[in-house]
Structures are given as structure tokens and as C-alpha cells.
């Protein structure tokens, strides 16, 4: 264990050299999510009864999604590991004494983090700063408080995991372009990216908010709005838990089976 604690260390120290990206990406995210508040208060402003979250607890989920976009975002590929696979450079990690599925968990969490903590709090300051309803609140209680930074882990463990099951599944394809193209874009609409989750209709939001995609940032961002709350709250933990144990046990048996059939042509 001590060496993926090693290379996740090494792999997040890297990720914080990257300050200017991290600055640009820092404005980027400010003025989108203003702009995405700005465009669904025009939407409330016509019949704020006629919506399923409050504007407030929208707001809050807003800032959360910029603010945490690089954990949770399914477009933040490491495409370091897609080349390998394809020019068979995966054959030097696999001289290495170590799992390969397990390091590129580690690669992949440290990434996203590394990135999240550059980004993440010069977002959540500014809109602490705004005004009501413009800005985001506190969580409604303490507890509602740990249990959203709990679902947060959750989530981030998840959407790697899923990630993990794409880089296998690379393995069986001579490109890696058009999974990874159907993926992102089903990720996107059904993690609640575009809209969130309630906004769609009952018929289909019932079935989406079962699939995996829904235990990525939907279900932490609504419980630190509240707009999760009671049952609900622990029925979206338990759905987390669920599917980072089997999209865990999936990947690694996706690797396996490929690394037992993997063969790298060249001298």
C-alpha cells in the first residue's frame, strides 16, 4: 500500500504546478455558473412554484458544480493511459511490482485532486460573497454537513471507478475515441451536469437517478442544498456505496481479463 500512497503523492504534487490553468480554469467556472443562475432565475422569475428545487438550493448546487467541477466532471480523461494502451507503452507499467488497476486508481484520484484544490476555493469564496439568493449557503445542519462531504468521497470514488472500467474495456478497441465519446456525453446529461436531476421529467428521473451516473455529483450536491433530505439522503448513499463496490469489482475483472490477453508488437 505504502507504494500507491507514494506515486498518488507524487502524482498530486505534479498536479499543482499547473497554477495558470488552474487560474483561467478558476474564471471560466465563475462566469459559467453566473451565467447558468442567471438564466434559470429568468426561468423562476415566471412561476418559481412550478420547479422542483428552490432557487436557492439551485444556486448552491450551481457553485458546487463549478467549484468541484474537476472531480466530478467525466471529460477529465488522462489521456497518458489511453496512448499507452494503444502504443503499447503499458508494457513498462507492467514490469513494474505493482497492481496496474490500482495505480491508475491512484493516478486518476490524485489528478482530479490536485486540480479540485487549485480551483475549488477561489469559486466557494466568491459565492459565499454574493448576495442572497445569488450566493451559496451553509448546509442546513452540522450532520447534513458530514454527511455531504461522506457522499462527496463517494462520488469521486465512483466516478473513477467508472473511469477505470472505460480504460479496461480500451484494451478490446483499436480506438479509444467512440467509447469514450458515448460515455461523456451520457455522463453529462445523466449525472446532472446539464440540468439537474429533478428538472427532468418523473417518469425518466425515477429510472436515471438509479444509474450510476446519478451517484457522481447529483447526489451530493442536492444533499448539501437539501434538496436531499430524510430517506432519500440514505437511499442515495446507499445507491453510492453500491455502485463503487461493483464498478470496482467490474474493473478489475475487465482488467484481468485483458491484461491476460494483451500482446505488445514492436522491439
Known amino acids: 500500500m505504502k507504494q500507491y500512497l507514494s506515486f498518488f503523492r507524487m502524482r498530486f504534487i505534479t498536479g499543482l ?44 448546487y450551481a457553485w458546487l458544480q463549478q467549484a468541484f467541477l474537476s472531480l466530478y ?11 499507452s494502451i494503444t502504443n503499447g507503452n503499458v508494457s513498462y507499467e507492467l514490469c513494474r511490482p505493482a497492481d496496474l488497476y490500482t ?9 482530479r485532486l490536485s486540480k479540485a484544490v487549485l480551483r475549488c476555493f477561489p469559486v466557494l469564496i466568491l459565492a459565499f460573497l454574493l448576495p442572497a439568493p445569488y450566493g451559496i449557503t451553509l448546509p442546513p445542519d452540522p450532520v447534513t ?17 467508472l473511469s477505470m472500467v472505460i480504460y479496461a474495456l480500451s484494451f478490446y478497441t483499436i480506438s479509444s475515441q467512440g467509447i469514450r465519446m458515448i460515455t461523456t456525453s ?13 428538472f427532468l421529467p418523473d417518469q425518466i428521473s425515477c429510472i436515471v437517478e438509479l444509474l450510476p451516473f446519478a451517484s457522481i455529483q447529483n447526489a451530493p450536491l442536492r444533499i448539501y442544498s437539501g434538496d436531499t433530505a430524510g430517506s432519500s439522503l440514505y437511499r442515495a448513499l446507499a ?19 485483458a491484461l491476460k490477453q ?5 522491439g
Open 73 to 83: 466532471m467525466f471529460w477529465f480523461w488522462d489521456n497518458d493511459i489511453f496512448d
Open 103 to 111: 495505480m491508475w486508481f491512484m493516478k486518476n484520484l490524485a489528478s
Open 186 to 198: 451520457l455522463a453529462e446529461f445523466l449525472s446532472g451536469a446539464v440540468i439537474p436531476l429533478p
Open 17 to 60: 504546478q499547473y497554477r495558470t490553468a488552474a487560474l483561467a480554469g478558476v474564471s471560466t467556472q465563475f462566469i459559467w455558473g453566473a451565467m447558468e443562475i442567471l438564466l434559470f432565475q429568468a426561468f423562476y422569475q415566471a412561476d418559481a412554484n412550478a420547479f422542483p428545487m428552490s432557487f436557492r438550493a439551485l444556486t448552491s
Open 145 to 161: 454537513a458530514l454527511l455531504f462531504l461522506f457522499s462527496m468521497a463517494l462520488g469521486l470514488g465512483v466516478v473513477v471507478s
Open 262 to 266: 494483451v500482446v505488445v508488437q514492436g
Open 239 to 257: 445507491l453510492q456505496i453500491f455502485w463503487l463496490i461493483l464498478l470496482t469489482a467490474s474493473g478489475k475483472l475487465l482488467m484481468h481479463s
